[in-house]
């Protein structure tokens, strides 16, 4: 033995907003405590409840901005007026001591962390859009023109989700922690992913 450790999986989860990610993931990571979450840096405002170094770290226009300048973002995106990025150190030391990690990002921030560092991405998507929508307004964090926005969105979101390695329905949430669950057990075990494409679904809910 040389002391050295395999290194760990990266593993990327992102979804339109309402298809019920971070629920999701906190299930997951509960069932999987060997997952590092990987907690990004925004210039939003924190939401009720929020704390600084938990759901997000919270910096202003100016420190996003050098960071992104010092290139210490492995993916970094404008997300609703608002930059979302995930810090290289808080990433690929974790990696590098053979620890697993998860990042809860956006369509775009997965294209580039694709192009960068190998990792095994999954979309979730909803059931239908009417689902979607309901999601969204039962949070109740969020005002009417910034729902509309979201639903809007979340089309442009669903077409990519094609390019994603996995695709988890979150219709009945037993049921997609499961999945989750199932795709990561896989991934450590070096067995290819359970890989459903959902071809239909995607269609309907890029049309309706």
């Not at 979450?37 to 210039?43: G, N, P, V």
């Not at 990025?85 to 697993?100: F, I, M, N, Q």
């Not at 922690?177 to 075990?189: E, G, N, S």
Request: hydrophobic share 45%.
């Amino acid at each position: 033995m040389n002391g050295r450790h395999a290194p760990g999986i990266l593993f990327i989860v992102a979804a339109p907003s309402g298809a019920g990610k971070s629920t999701l993931v906190n299930a997951l990571l509960e069932r999987e405590p060997g997952i590092a979450l990987s907690i990004s840096h925004t210039t939003r405002s924190p939401r009720p409840g929020d704390a600084d170094g938990v759901q997000y770290h919270f910096v202003d226009r100016a420190q996003f901005a050098a960071m992104a300048a010092a290139d210490d973002f492995l993916e970094h995106a404008n997300v609703f007026g608002n930059g979302y990025g995930t810090s290289r150190g808080a990433v690929e030391p974790a990696l590098a001591s053979g620890r697993d990690v998860l990042l809860e990002i956006d369509w775009q921030g997965a294209a580039q962390v694709r192009a960068k560092i190998p990792c095994l991405s999954i979309f979730i998507l909803p059931p239908s859009r009417a689902e979607l929508e309901r999601r969204l307004r039962a949070r109740g964090t969020d005002s009417a023109a910034t729902i509309e926005r979201r639903l809007a969105a979340s089309r442009d979101e669903i077409a990519h989700a094609h390019e994603f390695d996995c695709i988890v329905v979150n219709d009945r949430f037993e049921d997609a922690v499961a999945q989750l669950q199932a795709i990561v057990v896989a991934a450590r075990a070096g067995a290819p992913p359970p890989t459903g494409r959902h071809a239909a679904l995607i269609a309907q809910l890029l049309a309706s």
